[in-house]
């Protein structure tokens, strides 16, 4: 079974611009969640997604944006970037986001704003 | 509002040592707690899952234990190896996201 896929693996944007990263889950998983990996704060939750249905968002500000589409493939989106936004942003996969659910992480994206 | 620590920040030891790294968290309601490992640059691998009604998992040389009661858990690394270095994350489960701690930098010298 292939792993958690996550495009583009880099990316250089500079201030004020919007990015769209992607993610596709491990077939037949439903849930798919969001993560920001930075030196400062560590990993932190941005949201999560099951059947097309936001269930939690984590605290950033709504330049943070994402969706899951009917194929359980999601992306998030963020606008206006700022120089913090640069990080690495991780995706998980999970069968159903429940209590005996491991979560399977991606690569991530890479993300450099100058 | 959940908070989780793990310590040490940084280990290193020889190579054939047993070690325990320490996750401490402050709210019990979780739905399982998970220990992952991340190589420089990459994303997580999981270890081992705990569901929040069992106390201990095993996994090779792994044995991952939870206390939920004093919002403890420890992961054990028995015969370290030099492929084992890595830094080593928690992750308290609940409401459908992670929390996690900062992470335990391991490394193992030959």
């Known amino acids: 079974k292939a792993g958690v896929t996550q495009t583009p693996r880099y990316l250089i944007k500079t201030r004020g611009q919007q990015v769209t990263l992607s993610c596709s889950p491990i077939s037949g998983h439903r849930s798919v969640s969001w993560y920001q990996q930075t030196p400062g704060q560590g990993l932190q939750f941005l949201f999560e997604?099951?059947?097309?249905?936001?269930?939690n968002k984590g605290n950033f500000p709504g330049r943070f944006s994402g969706r899951q589409f009917s194929n359980s493939r999601s992306e998030m989106n963020v606008s206006t970037l700022e120089l913090g936004d640069s990080a690495l942003y991780l995706c998980?996969?999970?069968?159903?986001?429940?209590?005996?659910?491991?979560?399977?992480f991606g690569p991530g994206t890479r993300l450099t704003v100058l | 509002k959940q908070e989780v620590t793990q310590i040490p920040a940084a280990l290193s030891v020889p190579e054939g040592e047993n070690l325990v790294l320490n996750c401490s968290f402050t709210d019990s309601a979780i739905y399982n707690l998970q220990w992952f490992r991340q190589d420089p640059g990459k994303g997580l691998t999981s270890l081992l899952l705990?569901?929040?009604?069992?106390r201990e998992q095993t996994s090779g040389r792994l044995n991952a234990s939870l206390d939920k009661s004093s919002g403890r858990s420890t992961l054990y690394i028995a015969a370290s190896q030099p492929g084992d270095s890595a830094t080593y994350l928690c992750?308290?489960?609940?409401?459908?996201?992670?929390?996690f701690g900062k992470g335990t930098l391991l490394t193992v010298n030959p």
């Open positions: 992750a308290l489960s609940s409401n459908y996201k992670l929390t």
């Open positions: 997604y099951f059947s097309e249905t936001q269930r």
């Open positions: 705990i569901q929040s009604s069992q």
């Open positions: 998980a996969s999970s069968s159903l986001g429940g209590e005996t659910d491991t979560q399977y």
